[in-house]
Nanobody
Framework: VQLQASGGGLVQAGGSVRLSCAAS????????LAWFRQAPGKEREGVSCIGSNGFTSYRDSVKGRFVVSRDVAKDTVYLQMNSLKPEDTAVYFC?????????????????WGQGTQVTVSR
């Protein structure tokens, strides 16, 4: 599986951005997909994930603001980010793993996209 993330940019606090991650490979529909982020000087952290059964999970700080979804026909996973805050500033990565329940352990993901920068200004 190869992943290509896009959609990042500069946005004001309170604004919205939608990230996309296009995947190649015939197993996309059965993959567990996740979004991670890494801010300068901080460790990579899981943001949201969607399992092969459609189950979704979010880290507490983004619940109610971010929505993860997948379009199997387009082999693409999205992260809709609303009510953005300066602390959401980071490089965002998409990741894929085999079928199963999603989680935020980076070691469970075998494939990673290149990352896209999201900068939220005050």
């Amino acid at each position: 599986v190869q992943l290509q993330a896009s959609g990042g940019g500069l946005v004001q606090a309170g604004g919205s951005v939608r990230l996309s991650c296009a995947a190649s490979g015939s197993t996309f529909s059965r993959s567990t997909l996740a979004w991670f982020r890494q801010a300068p000087g901080k460790e990579r952290e899981g943001v949201s994930c969607i399992g092969s059964n459609g189950f979704t999970s979010y880290r507490d700080s983004v619940k109610g603001r971010f929505v993860v979804s997948r379009d199997v026909a387009k082999d693409t996973v999205y992260l809709q980010m609303n009510s953005l805050k300066p602390e959401d500033t980071a490089v965002y990565f998409c990741a894929a793993a085999g079928p199963g329940v999603c989680g935020f352990g980076s070691a469970m993901y075998d494939y990673w996209g290149q990352g896209t920068q999201v900068t939220v200004s005050r």
